[in-house]
């Protein structure tokens, strides 16, 4: 198999929907890295236009970020969670945390067509118990990381995101859904956050761990998932080198 792949720097957190996505690509491809490709934030005009018709107030778009080839979202996902141990002394704290993420993928499963899968290769996202990398020497209970890759399905190449997703066991349950009901808003395209505590995508958490959506959090994706995607019509890059198939190790 072939992999050709754009790595997007980013560590927070439309293509065409199709009937085999969660099925093994034929073929994937790694887009090579670019100059530039952090996405910067998205213009007033974009967040603005008029073919949006009246902007409504209670969102949080302009604080969303696009990549170089449209906004990563699809139009169903394909989600592999990490599987935990049933039997031995693990088996308590890993369905613990596969309850609470299961919980937290079950929230966005009411805004979004999502299915989940058994192997990694299947999946746009995946999960995985542990605890996220140091970043900027900074610890985090979470964190998603986008990748773009190209694939070949049924002979024709798209362009689609695979996230990443860290979630810390090492938290209370709550505390575990709350953190991944935010990081895999990230995973599902609000690459940003809000800069108001009460939204489940707040920069910074608040006291209490939030387990539900707010309506800003849902207006924000309602409009996002409007927008231009990854495979309307945009540059296009040349292939890069081979690189190993997701879900590989």
Known sequence: MQVRA?????????AAGH????????ATRALPPAPGITPAPLPAAAASSPSDGVRAPEDYRERLRPTPYGWPTRASWCVWIEPGATTGPAALWDQRWLGAVAAALASWEQVLPIQRVQEPGQAQILIWRRKPRLQNNRASHGRAELELVEVERSGQWQIEPLVTVAISPGQAQTAIQATALHELGHAFGLWGHSDQASDVMAVSPGAKPLVQLSARDRATLDWLYRQPGLNSGGVRPAAGPALPAPGAN
């Open 6 to 14: 754009i790595t997007i720097g980013l560590a927070l957190g439309l």
């Open 19 to 26: 009937a085999g996505a969660c099925q093994r690509p034929e």
